[in-house]
Nanobody
Framework: VQLVESGGGSVQAGGSLRLSCVAS????????MGWFRQIPDKEREGVAA????????YFADSVKGRFTISRDNFKNILYLDMNSLKPEDTGVYYC???????????????????WGQGTQVTVS
């Protein structure tokens, strides 16, 4: 399984970005998929997750109402639409795949088996 993120960049506060995560080797629609972010010297934190088969979504409190997670099962792509970006959203964003079905701790990195290489988002 390979996950490749793209779409990061530098934007001004209040701007928007769309991150994409292209998956190969398996179908993302069968799994829980998540987005995480990390800044230097801090732990990786969960941003959002989407579960199968009902596509229920979960978000960190800090991004609720601003970020949307979605997936295209036919194209095998996971998305993160980020609006009203803030400087504190700056970080490296990773997509990840989990085989777990538990939803209460969707943000726990230990639930995720496969990770992408990350894409940098900088908000100034």
């Amino acid at each position: 399984v390979q996950l490749v993120e793209s779409g990061g960049g530098s934007v001004q506060a209040g701007g928007s970005l769309r991150l994409s995560c292209v998956a190969s080797g398996d179908t993302i629609g069968r799994y829980c998929m998540g987005w995480f972010r990390q800044i230097p010297d801090k732990e990786r934190e969960g941003v959002a997750a989407i579960y199968n088969p009902d596509s229920s979504t979960y978000f960190a409190d800090s991004v609720k109402g601003r970020f949307t997670i979605s997936r295209d099962n036919f194209k095998n792509i996971l998305y993160l639409d980020m609006n009203s970006l803030k400087p504190e959203d700056t970080g490296v964003y990773y997509c990840a795949r989990s085989g777990a079905t538990t939803r209460t701790i969707w943000y726990h990195t230990g639930l995720y088996t496969y990770w992408g290489q990350g894409t940098q988002v900088t908000v100034s």
